[in-house]
Every structure is written in C-alpha cells, then in structure tokens.
C-alpha cells in the first residue's frame, strides 16, 4: 500500500488549505483513516482520525477549525483546514490501517508528509 499526500503549502495567518491523500496499490480494505502532524523540536502528534464508518475524532487544538472526511470509493482522505494558525505550521502525515487481502492482519502505512507553513 502506498499513500501520496498533496496539498500542503504557504498561507498566512486564517487561511486555509485542503490536503489530501490517495491511498493505492493492493488494497483489501482500508479501516481507519488519519493526519497527524510533526513541528521541530516536537512529536508528532495526531490531528484527526476518520473510521470506516465515519466516526471522526480531532484534536482539541484544532477543533472547530479542522474536518476530515473521506472518500472511500478512491480509497482517498481529506483534511480541510480553516482558520489556519502560525502553531499550524508542521509537517503533515496521512496514515491508514489497511488490509493488503482477505484475511491479513491489518497495518498501519505512512504517507512522507506533506509541509504545512502558516506564517504572514
């Protein structure tokens, strides 16, 4: 399984972007969906996750300003992100657990991430 995220970029302070992340190669089924986020000097920290059944779970940091959703006939992930903040400023990571066919366990797989600069 392989994960390609787009979207990330340059915006000042209260803009926003949209990233998104395709998932492809052999895919069974995919399970949960996520972004997380990694400043410097920092960890890297989960940002939203979305459930194959929808269910959604965001961090407290960005709630309010962030969604997730997916679109899970092109096995792709969104992340809209509004009221962008200079703390925004990260590298962001897609991750989906997946299963490659039927009857494997399931796996985590990383996208390279994807820069994120929110600065005026």
């Known amino acids: 399984v392989q994960l390609q995220a787009s979207g990330g970029g340059l915006v000042q302070p209260g803009g926003s972007l949209r990233l998104s992340c395709a998932a492809s190669?052999?895919?069974?089924?995919?399970?949960?969906m996520a972004w997380y986020r990694q400043a410097p000097g920092k960890q890297r920290e989960l940002v939203a996750a979305i459930t194959s059944g929808g269910s959604t779970n965001y961090a407290d940091s960005v709630k309010g300003r962030f969604t997730i959703s997916r679109d899970n006939a092109k096995n792709t992930v969104y992340l809209q992100m509004d009221s962008l903040k200079p703390d925004d400023t990260a590298v962001y990571y897609c991750?989906?657990?997946?299963?490659?066919?039927?009857?494997?366990?399931?796996?985590?797989?990383w996208g390279k991430g994807t820069q994120v600069t929110v600065s005026s």
């Open positions: 991750k989906v657990r997946a299963r490659s066919y039927f009857g494997a366990a399931a796996m985590d797989y």
């Open positions: 190669g052999r895919i069974f089924s995919i399970n949960d």
